[in-house]
């Protein structure tokens, strides 16, 4: 068959890109068509999502792959796991969506607690449990009594708004709307005991889609201001996570298997057929969203690469030029295990000028040396990472009842094959990397299954398998890292 055009917006909290697919039949290529940043803005005290510059970024990337390629056969796109935004009876975007590290929801968050307890939301919804996400904000605007509220007609997520403004056809794509915290993920509805306690209003919720459906074409009006044909719009699994464990290649389905997605935020998974929720995957911070074709992902999101990024922020300006081949060159030569950080302590979720300047006082705070190099500050991340996998995933070897035989490491981090290869040393367990845009993969894999081309997601990562580069990494000084492991479980009890 002649090769189809599918293009792919994949919208991350740091960096976004568009991407133009080509799929024959048997195989597909990626072109990455267009790059933008994704910076937020603070402003009078509050940090947004600069939505607007967004979309018009959206439009560019259109715009560019259509100079390139001579049609599109449809678009999906997805984004990360949190923050909305409400339209208004006119259908008019109120005010930008805020930003999840804004500091205003985790202040009024001890105020929802008040009404309802963190451990009953995790019992309604089995859904991650933390001030970033929906419902927190969401009572957070009504507290403030914002102009959201009182003027809501409609909520959409970060994709779904992107979504509306392609199409003007309000929707909520089904797996981002499980990572809520206020969506029952036993019965696959909003949890209405969660709406009546806390006062929240239920009736702004358009009708939801799931992975692999069509929401609409693109409007006629952006067709004509775009100078272009218009063509379908696609949910994928709009949540970048469910979307990256759907594009994964899967060469032993029969073995047991676990994932680590390793981004701005990582996240450590299993896929599954039920939720998880007990009063243990609780307190250890687990928690469950909606996969693809009625999957479920049990999952223990970590932050990740945010942490090395904010300090790139500040080294780029110091030092010009300075860019990632250059962390990978020093790093490896810094002495091991010289201190760790815990990389969920909250002071690490926050934007600073100088996140490098953090690290330093928090080694100074727990006693230990501190680091005397951009290579030592680095190598220390990359290890107190590292051994953070392990711990949770010894976790969720006892929540499953299972014993993994095999990791897939997917997410633009596994370009660092010395941090790929500490991984398998530290687990103890074989490992297959890639492909770095397995997101991307899982959102082509939805979009071939709306258009007919393909019948189910095992075939769709079946293809992926086949056309994606991957590598393997097998165990290697185990003992040095076992050591090291019970050296980081002293440091956390101190």
């Not at 996140?355 to 500050?377: D, F």
Request: charged share 25%; proline share 4%.
């Amino acid at each position: 068959m002649a090769s189809q055009n599918y293009l792919i917006f994949d919208f991350g909290a740091s960096n976004c890109r568009s991407i133009m697919a080509g799929y024959d039949g048997k195989s597909f290529s990626m072109d990455v068509t267009h790059r933008f940043e994704n910076r937020p803005v603070f402003a009078d005290g509050t940090l947004y999502w600069d939505i607007l510059n967004l979309y018009q970024e959206l439009k560019n990337g259109i715009s560019a792959s259509l100079k390139k390629y001579d049609s599109i056969k449809s678009m999906g796109l997805d984004a990360w796991g949190t923050d909305f935004g409400i339209i208004d009876k006119n259908g008019k975007l109120i005010a930008n969506p805020v930003h999840y590290r804004d500091v205003k929801r985790a202040e009024d968050a001890k105020d929802l607690y008040t009404h309802i307890s963190a451990e009953k939301l995790y019992e309604l919804t089995g859904a991650c449990i933390k001030p970033l996400f929906d419902v927190f904000h969401l009572y957070s605007l009504k507290k403030q009594n914002s102009p959201e509220i009182k003027n809501a007609d409609k909520f959409l997520s970060i994709a779904d708004i992107f979504n509306y403004f392609l199409t003007k056809t309000p929707s909520n794509e089904l797996t981002r709307l499980t990572t809520s915290a206020f969506f029952n993920q036993f019965e696959y509805k909003l949890e209405e005991k969660i709406f009546d306690i806390l006062g929240l209003p239920k009736n702004i919720f358009p009708g939801t889609v799931n992975p692999g459906e069509k929401i609409s074409g693109i409007s006629d009006d952006l067709a004509e201001e775009l100078g272009i044909k218009s063509f379908d719009i696609i949910a994928p699994a709009t949540h970048d996570t469910a979307s990256a464990v759907a594009g994964i290649p899967v060469k032993y389905p029969d073995k047991n298997w676990a994932f680590i997605s390793i981004g701005t935020w990582c996240s450590i998974g299993v896929e599954n057929d039920r939720p998880i929720v007990t009063g243990d995957t609780f307190r250890e911070g687990f928690c469950n969203e909606a996969g693809v074709e009625g999957k479920n992902i049990f999952v223990r999101n970590i932050n990740g690469l945010w942490i090395i990024q904010q300090c790139m922020e500040k080294w780029r300006k110091d030092i010009p030029g300075f860019d990632w081949p250059d962390i990978d060159k020093i790093y490896p030569k810094a002495e091991s295990f010289k201190v760790f950080i815990d990389v969920e302590d909250t002071k690490f979720l926050r934007t600073y000028s100088d996140m490098s300047e953090v690290i330093n006082k928090y080694c100074a705070k727990t006693g230990q040396k501190l680091p005397e190099s951009i290579g030592e500050i680095s190598r220390s991340f990359y290890e107190s990472l590292v051994l953070r996998f392990k711990y949770h995933m010894l976790k969720f070897e006892r929540f499953t009842g299972k014993k993994l035989d095999i990791l897939h490491v997917v997410g633009g981090g596994i370009k660092n094959r010395l941090f790929c290869q500490w991984i398998s040393n530290a687990l103890g367990i074989a490992i297959i990397a890639g492909p770095v845009e397995t997101t991307s993969v899982g959102n082509l894999i939805m979009q071939l299954k709306a258009n007919g081309e393909i019948d189910d997601l095992n075939q769709g990562r079946q293809i992926s398998l086949g056309a994606s580069d991957i590598a393997f990494y097998e165990p290697q000084d185990t003992q040095t890292w076992t050591e090291a492991y019970e050296k980081y479980l002293r440091f956390l009890n101190k």
